[in-house]
């Protein structure tokens, strides 16, 4: 089974702070994704990857960057957190050679303060 | 573009039929639907292809329009265990670089 792992389930930070929400997959996937979910938006993606220091903005990537060293990890950095960012953020990845099926982890409920 | 899904939300009975559509202004490569439980992860129900067929399993399937660029999930004799968020998302084509948009959204409701 396709394991997609966020390093927290709720977080809470303050304004101007620097906030790291961590993924990490264990299926050997190329493609990775952050989407963030809010009420009545529906899944808005905001950067995607599909190889290792390789990244792609999605629709609302602003106040936001990625990175990705590792095949295995994709990590979203919020700069200089606002409170218009608080929301849930979900990671998921997918095969490049398979049907475009997203696996995504449990996501992390952000709160800034 | 962003898909755009109807009904926004649905309340059901325990064992009544429901049909969720899912339009895009472009031509589409493919349609996945995944459901959302409350406080869980989207999980993948079903994905069709540009010349595919109708899909299911089970009592919940889904149909691919390519003129009309929409597709419809179909759920029947609804269980309580469908209640969720029903999100599709479309594929323009499955270049590297592609990606999935997703719609807003259906939130759908089954009473006992």
């Known amino acids: ?103 995504f982890g449990d996501g992390t409920r952000l709160s800034i303060l | 573009q962003q898909p755009v899904q109807s009904p926004q939300a649905v309340i059901l009975r325990e064992g009544e039929d429901a049909v969720i559509n899912c339009s895009s202004s472009k031509a589409l490569y493919s349609v996945h639907w995944y459901r959302q439980k409350h406080g869980e992860a989207p999980v993948f129900l079903m994905i069709l292809l540009k010349g595919g067929e109708q899909k299911g399993h089970e009592k919940i399937s889904a149909s691919f329009n390519e003129k009309k660029q929409q597709s419809s999930l179909y759920l029947t004799a609804s269980q309580l265990s469908y209640s969720g968020t029903y999100f599709c998302g479309t594929e323009i084509n499955r270049n590297r670089d592609d990606k999935i948009i997703f719609g807003k959204g259906t939130r759908l409701h089954i009473l006992p």
Not at chain 1, 16 to 33: T, Y
Not at chain 1, 74 to 87: D, G, V
């Open chain 1, 1 to 103: 089974d396709v394991k997609v792992t966020q390093s927290s389930r709720y977080l809470v930070k303050r304004t101007g702070e620097k906030v790291f929400l961590e993924c990490v997959q264990d299926m050997d996937h190329e493609n990775m994704f952050w989407y963030r979910q809010d009420p009545g938006l529906g899944l808005r993606l905001i950067y995607f990857s599909y190889d290792v220091k390789m990244k792609e903005k999605g629709d609302i990537p602003e106040g936001y960057s990625v990175s990705r060293e590792k095949k295995e990890r994709f990590s979203l950095i919020l700069e200089s957190a606002s409170t218009n960012q608080t929301s849930m953020y979900l990671c998921a990845s997918s095969s490049r050679g398979g049907d475009g099926t997203q696996h």
